[in-house]
Each structure stands twice: as structure tokens, then as C-alpha cells.
């Protein structure tokens, strides 16, 4: 059964939720899959895997720097398996910021050396009552500037769930011993 790593970084809870998704998409295909938290001690070693996914949030233009330290650390096991990078953020959700979505995976890839076979800008959530008050004053300020959603007395989620779905079967599928023919 093939093992695959799933390591995450969360600063609002919205990538953990993307990466349990990955998790039971891959478990349903039968695969072995760990599930991690990077910045929580240790993490496990890309190079012990068959195939590996990190997925990591923008807040101020970045990844959290956790996800860049693990992937420049383990960079060379990462380019030698079958591997996929989910980058959430806000930018992914909408078509008009779509670009600047893929500028932070690019920066991101540019920046490590790391050559992921899938990717996927995916968009995240914001989640104005779990935020404390700097946080949704900034917050509303800039989705405001942009004709975003801004009432802060609920929550918005914008992940696209089937693209989660996609992108892990994708990976999977690249993992997955070829069906031999007679
Ligand atoms: C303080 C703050 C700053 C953010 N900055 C950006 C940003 O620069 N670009 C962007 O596209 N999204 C930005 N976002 C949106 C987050 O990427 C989005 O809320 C995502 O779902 C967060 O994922 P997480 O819950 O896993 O941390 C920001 C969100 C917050 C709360």
C-alpha cells in the first residue's frame, strides 16, 4: 500500500481543514496516509514516503515560514517522489486575483527549488468571528478595499471542495502503480 505524507500549516484552521480533506481522499484510494502538522516538533521524513503533500496558507503576501523551512529542508527528497504543493488563500478566489494566487505558489517554487508534479492555488475562508479585534478590522479594511465580503458577524468559506478532490486524486493517480496489460 503506498504511504503518503500530508503536512500542513494552519493559522486559522481553514488549510487544516483542505489537508483532512486531501487525507480521506487518499484514504478512500486506499493509501497509507500520515497526517502532520508542521512547527509542532520534528515532522517525518519526506524520503520514508512514497509520495508527499504540503499545503500552507498566505497571510501578508507569504506561506507560513514553517512550510518554506520544511520543504528547503527536504528539498531533494521531495524532487525525487511524486509530490503536491496547496497553497490556500483569497486570491484563489476570485477570477480576478487568480493571478496573484499563482504568483504566491510561483514565488514559493522559485524560492525553494522545489518541483512539485501537482499544484494547486485553492481558495481559503475567513472566518471574522474567530478573529480577534486588530485582526478583523484589518482584515474587513482590505477585503472592503477589494468588494469582498465584509460582514464580520459571520463567516465566509470559498474552498472549492472538488478541486481538493481533483488535486489529490491527481497525486495519487501519479503514486499508483500503472495497471499492467497482458
Ligand atoms: C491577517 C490575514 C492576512 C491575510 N493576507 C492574505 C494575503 O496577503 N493574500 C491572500 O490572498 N489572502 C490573505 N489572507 C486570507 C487567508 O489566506 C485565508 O483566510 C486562508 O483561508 C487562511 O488559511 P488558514 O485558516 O489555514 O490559516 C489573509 C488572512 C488574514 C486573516
Given at each position: 500500500m503506498p504511504s503518503i505524507l500530508v503536512a500542513y500549516a494552519t493559522t486559522e484552521g481553514q488549510t487544516e481543514k483542505v489537508a483532512r480533506r486531501v487525507e480521506t481522499t487518499l484514504r478512500e484510494r486506499g493509501h497509507d496516509v500520515t497526517l502532520v502538522t508542521l512547527g509542532g516538533g520534528t515532522p517525518p521524513d519526506p524520503?520514508?514516503?512514497?509520495g508527499v503533500v504540503v499545503a500552507g496558507s498566505i497571510h501578508a503576501g507569504r506561506h507560513q515560514p514553517v512550510v518554506e523551512t520544511f520543504v528547503r529542508d527536504h528539498v531533494d527528497a521531495l524532487n525525487a517522489r511524486p509530490t503536491g504543493f496547496l497553497s490556500v488563500s483569497?486570491?484563489?478566489?476570485?477570477e480576478a486575483t487568480q493571478a496573484e494566487a499563482e504568483g504566491y505558489v510561483d514565488a514559493f517554487l522559485e524560492e525553494t527549488g522545489w518541483k512539485p508534479r501537482v499544484t494547486l492555488p485553492v481558495a481559503g475562508a475567513l472566518r471574522y468571528t474567530e478573529y480577534g479585534f486588530l485582526k478583523r478590522t484589518l482584515v474587513k479594511h482590505v477585503v472592503g478595499k477589494r468588494s469582498?465580503?465584509?460582514?464580520?458577524?459571520r463567516n465566509y468559506e470559498y474552498t472549492d471542495w472538488g478541486a481538493v478532490e481533483a488535486f489529490a486524486a491527481d497525486l495519487a493517480a501519479a503514486i499508483e502503480p500503472a495497471p499492467t496489460t497482458r
Open positions: 524520503a520514508d514516503f512514497d483569497l486570491s484563489a478566489a476570485e469582498g465580503d465584509t460582514d464580520t458577524s
